[in-house]
């Protein structure tokens, strides 16, 4: 199994709101990753977490706090966010991080009013 | 640092074709993998091809194959008898150990019948 879930798949929410993305994977993978994706570019790397521990954070404005409760979710707290926030929020997995291959989850877009 | 380079931005190609996608890449690394991405429109990416660096054979997955060329740091992928679900942007991505992949801007193929 090389699934990994995220909830929900679409959000719409104004800049005042509070919001969570969850992901959860079951591969036994220790290495967990938020990326951004806007149309037709490729996945910008927002965070990497490495058996639990934020590993990579890459300058990435407060308003967006990663949380990794367990090796199996992760997920990603939103606060304040601005219009240009809306994308695809994509969570993947790998084995332990070393470059190796990262499995998709389907994303949430985001959409922010 | 590692770049990853993808020089078509689209490419179009009639059902049962064969095409061929571009990748250069620039690292100073020896061990590494390679990887082709594919996102269908408004779709999961999956991985479609994973080449380690110090393997020689270039590596095959039914219709896809790639050429492997480390000396000229060139991993294009070759799609053979290709078909309407193969219509997707394709991504590139480098990966080394300790770090994220690192993605190209990708190529966006459509099959036509």
Redesign the interface.
């Given at each position: 199994d090389t699934e990994v879930t995220q909830t929900p798949k679409h959000l719409v929410m104004g800049m005042t709101n509070k919001k969570s993305l969850k992901c959860e994977q079951h591969m036994g993978h220790r290495a967990m990753y938020w990326y951004k994706q806007k149309a037709k570019k490729p996945p910008e790397l927002m965070f990497v977490y490495s058996y639990e521990k934020l590993s990579i954070n890459e300058s990435v404005p407060s308003r967006f706090s990663p949380e990794c409760p367990n090796s199996s979710l992760l997920n990603l707290h939103l606060h304040a966010l601005q219009p240009e926030d809306s994308a695809l929020y994509l969570c993947a997995s790998s084995p332990s991080g070393a470059g190796e291959t990262q499995y998709f989850g389907p994303g949430t877009r985001l959409l922010v009013l | 640092a590692q770049t990853v380079t993808q020089s078509q931005p689209e490419m179009s190609v009639q059902e049962a074709e064969t095409v061929t996608l571009s990748c250069t890449y620039d690292t100073s690394e020896s061990n590494?993998?390679l990887?082709w991405?594919k996102q269908p429109p408004s779709?999961?990416?999956?991985?479609v091809i994973?080449q380690e660096a110090y393997k020689q054979q270039n590596a095959t997955e039914n219709r896809f194959s790639v050429n492997f060329q480390k000396a000229a740091k060139s991993f294009s992928l070759k799609i053979s008898d290709s078909q309407l679900g193969d219509t997707a942007?394709y991504?590139c991505a480098?990966?080394?150990?300790?770090?994220?992949?690192i993605?190209?801007?990708?190529t966006?193929l459509s099959v036509s019948s």
């Open positions: - | 590494y993998y990887f991405y779709r999961q990416m999956i991985l994973r942007m991504f480098f990966g080394w150990a300790g770090t994220a992949l993605f190209g801007k990708g966006t």
